[in-house]
């Protein structure tokens, strides 16, 4: 027959059991939490890694061929004077742009890319479509977009949100090399 002493030892060693379980599953959640947020901050990074990389290859492409940039900066100005080929150029700098954006639209969307990242780009981008040029290709492209991004640079289009004085001061800069 089992002492008292005996008895009392196993329930001890049952209830210092079940604390040790609840610590170690304490320990594994938030262990699990802190990989997930690594996690996290990882995707954000090389999400945005991606659309810069997607940008830095058509600013590349526009600082280093004369021909291209030229049809860009006269195309988003106004896409009447160039000629069908030349629009047709224009057509694929813009889808290459715009498919940036999109990218981090739908990023920002799922959470995987920064808000303030976003922010920064969406002002880009209604300053871009601010453009006569580039909403002329926008509403005569032959291939859509997502719908949620559509619906984003429609309003963009329909309520603009570009600053006018940035604008401003790049026209100027253009033209006399000055803000």
């Given amino acids: 027959m089992p002492s008292g002493g005996a008895v009392m030892d ?3 060693l049952k209830i210092v059991a079940t604390y040790a379980s609840v610590v170690a599953v304490v320990i594994s959640v938030v262990n699990l939490a802190s990989q997930v947020r690594r996690h996290t901050q990882s ?3 090389q999400n945005y890694a991606k659309a810069l990389d997607r940008i830095a ?4 492409r526009l600082g280093t061929e004369p021909t291209a940039s030229g049809i ?3 195309g988003v100005r106004d896409a009447s004077c160039l000629d069908p080929a030349e629009r047709i150029q224009l057509t694929w700098i813009l889808y290459e742009i715009f498919g940036s954006f999109e990218f981090m639209f739908e990023e920002a969307r ?4 920064p808000p303030q990242v976003w922010d920064r780009w969406a002002a880009t981008l209604a300053w871009w479509i601010s ?3 580039v909403r002329a290709w926008w509403q ?3 291939t859509p977009f997502t719908e949620g991004f559509s619906r984003f640079v429609e309003t963009r289009i329909e309520k603009p949100a570009h600053d006018s004085a940035a604008a401003a001061r790049w026209q100027s800069f253009l033209q006399q090399g000055e803000a």
């Fill in 10 to 12: 196993q329930e001890l």
């Fill in 43 to 45: 995707l954000y990074s």
């Fill in 57 to 60: 290859a058509v600013q590349s």
């Fill in 72 to 74: 860009f900066s006269r």
């Fill in 110 to 113: 799922r959470g995987t890319i």
């Fill in 131 to 133: 453009l006569p040029g």
């Fill in 140 to 142: 005569s492209k032959p």
